[in-house]
């Protein structure tokens, strides 16, 4: 089973394309906000408490409540939090990124040993930056021209053009994520045209497979 990494910038359609890797190939894909989410969002997840008990010490007369009724934490809430405070997101990251790993790390042990799959598809916006290079077999960069990556957002998602360039501008290069890449995907035209880029990628490794 080989592992690849997925990441890109915001808009660059990894989703999409994700999807076509599931239903057209024997693999397992995981996103890194899923596994976030089941550590840290949830009850009986690995640091829910200590992640609840931190939110919760910065907690202002104006917050809003911080978990939903079935316990689980407001994702909205908590970014609203950390986003005034510096400080608190840095020490939920401390909290939330290692569980991440371990979970990932799990889920690929588990993927493996199932002899199920021939691909670990992760995906995440900061696998770079998180320092996953070393846990994949190779790199994929998901590139769409920014161009594209705004108007998609836009009809999308209904991002404002200040959102959009706030998000871009908190996010790799270009030149960044492309020195860190095995491979380029370019998803600035058809979804037909970047599945063919997927399926000659992993033809190649099916060959030397052999």
Not at 33 to 41: C, G, I, K, T, W
Not at 95 to 100: D, E, F, Q, R
């Amino acid at each position: 089973m080989i592992i690849i990494g997925i990441t890109g910038g915001v808009g660059s359609g990894k989703s999409a394309l994700l999807q076509y890797i599931g239903s057209h190939y024997k693999a397992c894909i995981l996103r890194s906000d899923e596994a976030a989410h089941a550590v840290s969002l949830v009850p009986g997840g690995s640091v829910y408490p200590a992640l609840v008990s931190l939110l919760t010490a910065h907690k202002k007369d104006e917050d809003a409540p911080l978990c939903h009724r079935d316990g689980s934490i407001d994702h909205k809430e908590m970014a609203a939090r950390i986003f005034r405070e510096p400080a608190l997101r840095e020490e939920v990251n401390a909290i939330v990124h290692p569980a991440v790993r371990v979970y990932i790390d799990d889920a690929i042990q588990k993927a493996r040993e199932s002899k199920k799959y021939d691909f670990f598809f992760l995906e995440a916006a900061l696998l770079i930056e998180c320092g996953y290079r070393s846990v994949v077999d190779s790199m994929w960069y998901i590139h769409a021209d920014e161009s594209v990556r705004r108007k998609r957002l836009k009809e999308n998602r209904g991002y404002s053009e200040e959102k959009t360039s706030a998000i871009m501008k908190s996010q790799l290069s270009e030149t960044a994520f492309r020195e860190n890449a095995d491979v380029v995907i370019d998803n600035s035209g058809s979804l037909e045209s970047a599945f063919r880029q997927i399926d000659e990628a992993l033809s190649k490794w099916y060959h030397e497979r052999r």
